[in-house]
Nanobody, 126 residues
Framework: VQLQASGGGLVQTGGSLRLSCAAS????????MGWFRQAPGKEREFVAS???????????IYADSVKGRFTISRDNAKNTVYLQMDSLQPEDTAVYYC?????????????????WGQGTQVTVSS
Protein backbone atom coordinates (compact mmCIF):
# COMPACT_ATOMS: atom_id res chain seq x y z
CA VAL A 1 0.00 0.00 0.00
CA GLN A 2 1.30 3.42 -0.92
CA LEU A 3 0.19 6.86 0.17
CA GLN A 4 1.26 9.82 -1.92
CA ALA A 5 1.01 13.23 -0.28
CA SER A 6 1.20 16.47 -2.25
CA GLY A 7 0.20 20.12 -2.11
CA GLY A 8 2.71 21.58 0.29
CA GLY A 9 4.53 24.82 -0.34
CA LEU A 10 5.41 28.29 0.89
CA VAL A 11 2.60 30.63 1.90
CA GLN A 12 2.31 33.88 3.82
CA THR A 13 0.61 34.17 7.18
CA GLY A 14 -3.15 34.07 6.74
CA GLY A 15 -2.92 32.17 3.48
CA SER A 16 -4.31 28.80 2.48
CA LEU A 17 -3.10 25.49 1.12
CA ARG A 18 -4.80 22.23 0.27
CA LEU A 19 -2.94 18.99 0.82
CA SER A 20 -3.90 15.79 -0.96
CA CYS A 21 -3.11 12.18 -0.15
CA ALA A 22 -3.83 9.48 -2.70
CA ALA A 23 -4.02 5.86 -1.59
CA SER A 24 -3.05 3.09 -3.95
CA UNK A 25 -5.86 0.78 -2.88
CA UNK A 26 -9.61 1.22 -2.78
CA UNK A 27 -9.69 -1.04 0.29
CA UNK A 28 -9.01 2.01 2.42
CA UNK A 29 -12.32 3.64 1.61
CA UNK A 30 -13.70 2.36 4.93
CA UNK A 31 -10.58 3.02 6.98
CA UNK A 32 -9.58 6.06 8.93
CA MET A 33 -7.18 8.45 7.24
CA GLY A 34 -5.21 11.00 9.17
CA TRP A 35 -2.86 13.93 8.83
CA PHE A 36 0.06 14.46 11.17
CA ARG A 37 2.84 17.01 11.16
CA GLN A 38 6.37 17.28 12.46
CA ALA A 39 8.27 20.49 12.95
CA PRO A 40 12.08 20.52 13.30
CA GLY A 41 13.13 19.32 16.74
CA LYS A 42 9.60 18.32 17.71
CA GLU A 43 7.67 15.09 17.87
CA ARG A 44 5.13 14.15 15.25
CA GLU A 45 1.74 15.49 16.26
CA PHE A 46 -1.83 14.76 15.25
CA VAL A 47 -3.65 17.22 13.02
CA ALA A 48 -6.90 15.64 11.81
CA SER A 49 -8.55 12.33 11.03
CA UNK A 50 -11.55 11.21 8.99
CA UNK A 51 -13.40 7.93 8.72
CA UNK A 52 -16.59 6.88 7.03
CA UNK A 53 -18.79 3.83 7.00
CA UNK A 54 -22.34 2.91 6.17
CA UNK A 55 -23.55 3.07 9.76
CA UNK A 56 -22.04 6.27 11.11
CA UNK A 57 -21.49 8.33 8.00
CA UNK A 58 -18.45 10.59 7.93
CA UNK A 59 -16.75 11.35 11.22
CA UNK A 60 -13.89 13.79 11.75
CA ILE A 61 -11.70 14.84 14.65
CA TYR A 62 -9.19 17.68 14.90
CA ALA A 63 -6.36 18.84 17.09
CA ASP A 64 -7.38 21.86 19.14
CA SER A 65 -4.66 23.93 17.48
CA VAL A 66 -6.28 23.62 14.04
CA LYS A 67 -10.01 23.52 14.83
CA GLY A 68 -11.90 26.11 12.83
CA ARG A 69 -8.97 26.61 10.44
CA PHE A 70 -8.35 23.18 8.89
CA THR A 71 -10.87 20.87 7.23
CA ILE A 72 -10.26 17.22 6.45
CA SER A 73 -12.32 15.45 3.81
CA ARG A 74 -12.15 12.39 1.61
CA ASP A 75 -13.24 11.31 -1.84
CA ASN A 76 -13.55 7.55 -1.77
CA ALA A 77 -14.12 7.39 -5.51
CA LYS A 78 -10.62 8.82 -5.95
CA ASN A 79 -9.07 7.07 -2.93
CA THR A 80 -7.95 10.50 -1.81
CA VAL A 81 -8.06 12.46 1.43
CA TYR A 82 -7.64 16.22 1.58
CA LEU A 83 -6.59 18.74 4.20
CA GLN A 84 -7.79 22.27 3.51
CA MET A 85 -5.69 24.64 5.60
CA ASP A 86 -6.88 28.21 6.01
CA SER A 87 -5.64 31.11 8.14
CA LEU A 88 -2.20 29.54 8.22
CA GLN A 89 0.21 30.70 10.92
CA PRO A 90 4.00 30.39 11.19
CA GLU A 91 3.52 27.73 13.89
CA ASP A 92 1.84 25.54 11.25
CA THR A 93 5.21 25.19 9.52
CA ALA A 94 6.10 21.50 9.43
CA VAL A 95 6.35 18.42 7.27
CA TYR A 96 2.84 17.05 6.91
CA TYR A 97 2.28 13.31 6.68
CA CYS A 98 -0.83 11.40 5.71
CA UNK A 99 -1.53 8.03 7.24
CA UNK A 100 -4.05 5.22 7.10
CA UNK A 101 -5.15 2.54 9.50
CA UNK A 102 -7.42 -0.45 8.95
CA UNK A 103 -10.54 0.42 10.95
CA UNK A 104 -13.30 2.98 10.29
CA UNK A 105 -12.68 4.99 13.46
CA UNK A 106 -10.97 8.38 13.41
CA UNK A 107 -8.20 8.56 15.97
CA UNK A 108 -5.39 10.86 17.07
CA UNK A 109 -3.25 7.94 18.21
CA UNK A 110 -0.20 7.86 15.95
CA UNK A 111 0.42 4.21 16.85
CA UNK A 112 -2.92 3.22 15.33
CA UNK A 113 -1.78 4.11 11.83
CA UNK A 114 0.07 1.42 9.93
CA UNK A 115 0.64 3.09 6.58
CA TRP A 116 2.37 6.41 6.01
CA GLY A 117 3.02 8.73 3.11
CA GLN A 118 6.35 10.41 2.43
CA GLY A 119 5.49 13.86 3.80
CA THR A 120 5.08 17.26 2.18
CA GLN A 121 6.66 20.47 3.46
CA VAL A 122 4.45 23.37 4.49
CA THR A 123 6.18 26.65 5.28
CA VAL A 124 4.30 29.70 6.51
CA SER A 125 6.24 32.95 6.41
CA SER A 126 5.56 35.75 8.86
Amino acid sequence: VQLQASGGGLVQTGGSLRLSCAASERAFSNSAMGWFRQAPGKEREFVASVASDGWNGVRTIYADSVKGRFTISRDNAKNTVYLQMDSLQPEDTAVYYCAANTVPLPTANVGSYHFWGQGTQVTVSS
